[in-house]
């Protein structure tokens, strides 16, 4: 595994991924309703967020596949953290949050990390330490579930020891 910042050219591999999950938020599986959201996931789009220092985008690679991504935003909100079906259940979600986190520098004890999940993504991020905040929300043609971390609850760090191309 190699993790690296995204590029340009990663965001239609980026893209393609969120857009994988698209049964896992979206109300109308043909996206009826949802076109400024699915605007958003748009390769177009991913190149501006990954151009923007609003942005911190970081990638999980296996020979040369893109496996996972996570994107924070204002260093404080996960805006994307998607892993490839073939690579779930292997701790590359918890790698890649605990990497970007690090990524941030030193972080005051009393910083809140904020997601919007998709609903079946819930059980992952309440591992990661997040606690819902509010029932599911339905609105632009998606659903999702708001949840909160707070640093200092944060659960004990257990990173991917077997890491390497570092």
Same mark, same amino acid.
């Given at each position: 595994?190699?993790?690296?910042a995204?590029?340009?050219? +990663?965001?239609?591999?980026?893209?393609?991924?969120?857009?994988?999950?698209?049964? !896992?938020?979206?109300?109308?599986p043909?996206? &009826?309703?949802?076109?400024?959201?699915?605007?958003?996931?748009s390769a !177009?789009?991913?190149?501006?967020?990954?151009?923007s220092?609003?942005?911190?985008?970081?990638l999980?690679e296996?020979?040369?596949?893109?496996a996972?991504?996570?994107?924070?935003r204002? #260093?404080?909100?996960?805006? &994307?953290?998607f892993?490839?079906?073939?690579?779930?259940?292997?701790?590359?979600?918890?790698?890649?949050?605990?990497?970007?986190?690090q990524?941030?520098?030193?972080v +005051?004890?009393?910083?809140?990390?904020?997601?919007n999940?998709?609903p079946m993504?819930?059980?992952?991020?309440?591992?990661l330490?997040?606690?819902?905040?509010?029932?599911?929300?339905?609105?632009?043609?998606?659903?999702?579930?708001?949840?909160?971390?707070?640093?200092?609850?944060?659960?004990p760090? #257990?990173?991917?020891e077997r890491?390497?191309g !570092?």
């Amino acid at each position: 595994m190699i993790f690296r910042a995204a590029m340009d050219s +990663d965001a239609a591999a980026i893209s393609e991924l969120v857009l994988s999950f698209r049964d !896992e938020y979206l109300l109308d599986p043909t996206g &009826r309703g949802a076109e400024e959201f699915l605007t958003s996931v748009s390769a !177009e789009a991913e190149r501006g967020y990954i151009g923007s220092t609003r942005y911190y985008y970081l990638l999980g690679e296996v020979e040369g596949a893109l496996a996972g991504v996570i994107a924070l935003r204002d #260093k404080t909100h996960v805006y &994307r953290l998607f892993v490839a079906r073939n690579f779930q259940r292997q701790g590359l979600a918890r790698e890649l949050w605990r990497r970007a986190r690090q990524a941030l520098g030193p972080v +005051d004890q009393a910083m809140n990390f904020t997601v919007n999940s998709s609903p079946m993504a819930v059980p992952i991020y309440r591992r990661l330490g997040f606690e819902q905040t509010s029932l599911q929300v339905e609105m632009h043609g998606i659903a999702f579930v708001p949840m909160r971390l707070t640093e200092s609850s944060m659960p004990p760090n #257990k990173s991917l020891e077997r890491t390497r191309g !570092e």
